[in-house]
């Protein structure tokens, strides 16, 4: 059983296309996040969702928009593609408790290449 | 906001040595510092983590150390075996925003 699983895996797309990642968890959990990973390795949070409701965006272009249907599910949209948006794309989740950090459960990620 | 630092960037030991890796925190708040590995294509995994109010954690051959003063800790590895070689990342959190280290590359050579 695969707690958070993310599609598709791999994507290559030409410059100014606009698309989408999916992501799901059958963990229960009340958070997710999206995280960026550039090719120096460098895991950088982008959003944070709580019970569907947005709680973090560190400063992510606009072009990026997170949609979150449900507590299971956290989709990224992305438009107008640039060079720079190439990268290792993670979905994570994890348990609410408030003033407390908890683990957080990876996808398995979604390779993005931007031509 | 939070910023982790992590040294160091690379780390190269013979199998059989120990290993460590260290980070600093700057929000004295943060109360969970976990550790993930990463091995090459694989998403980030847990292998140990530690809360605030603990000053050391050991799971066989890991452990992990906390020094809320200095707000430094440090993941140890010992006996370290090939199957150890991957990108190690620390991070540090209060709430529901996980803030990572710069990421740790460790070879093990045989």
């Known amino acids: 059983d695969t707690a958070v699983s993310q599609t598709p895996k791999y994507l290559v797309t030409q410059m100014g296309n606009d698309k989408s990642i999916k992501c799901e968890q059958n963990l229960g959990h009340d958070t997710m996040y999206w995280y960026k990973q550039d090719s120096k390795k460098f895991l950088k949070i982008m959003f944070s969702?709580?019970?569907?409701?947005?709680?973090i965006n560190e400063t992510v272009p606009n072009r990026f928009s997170p949609k979150s249907p449900d507590k299971a599910h956290l989709n990224l949209h992305i438009n107008s593609l640039e060079l720079g948006d190439s990268a290792v794309y993670f979905c994570?989740?994890?348990?609410?408790?408030?003033?407390?950090?908890?683990?957080?459960?990876f996808g398995q990620g979604t390779r993005l290449t931007v031509v | 906001g939070e910023n982790v630092e992590q040294h160091p960037s690379t780390l190269s030991v013979q199998e059989g040595d120990s290993a460590v890796i260290k980070c600093t925190y700057s929000?004295?708040?943060?109360?969970?510092f976990p550790w993930y590995k990463q091995e090459l294509g694989k998403r980030p995994q847990l292998i140990i983590d530690i809360r605030s109010n603990v000053g050391e954690k050991k799971d066989q051959r890991i452990a992990v150390t906390l020094n809320k003063t200095a707000k430094h800790f440090s993941l140890h590895i010992t006996e370290t075996q090939p199957e150890d070689s991957a990108v190690y990342f620390c991070?540090?959190?209060?709430?529901?925003?996980?803030?990572f280290g710069t990421g740790t590359r460790l070879q093990v050579f045989p």
């Open positions: 929000d004295s708040a943060s109360n969970y």
């Open positions: 991070a540090a959190s209060k709430t529901d925003k996980l803030i």
């Open positions: 969702y709580n019970n569907k409701e947005l709680i």
């Open positions: 994570a989740s994890s348990r609410h408790i408030t003033q407390l950090g908890t683990e957080a459960f």
